[in-house]
């Protein structure tokens, strides 16, 4: 999905990220896109300095500019 945020064109990725507590929307923007062809199914993440909005009833979990992206190696 593509959206215009302050006058620049960004990709949007969202998929559902689940664990034993139970599962929230992630959002990865342009510059974490990259990573998203390396997560597979079962992988343990890590989010620092992530955060999460509330928009209309869901909950999105997101890296932000000043988060990390881990993907934890098994």
Known sequence: EKKTVYGKELI?????????????????WSSDIDQI????????????????RVFGKDKYLTVGREGKLIILEE
Do not use: A, C, P, Q
């Not at 062809?37 to 999460?52: F, T």
């Open 37 to 52: 062809n390396r997560i597979k199914e079962g992988e343990v993440l890590v989010i620092k300095n992530g955060y999460v």
């Open 12 to 28: 949007l990725t969202k998929f559902k990220v689940t664990d034993d507590s139970g599962g929230i929307i992630f959002t990865l």
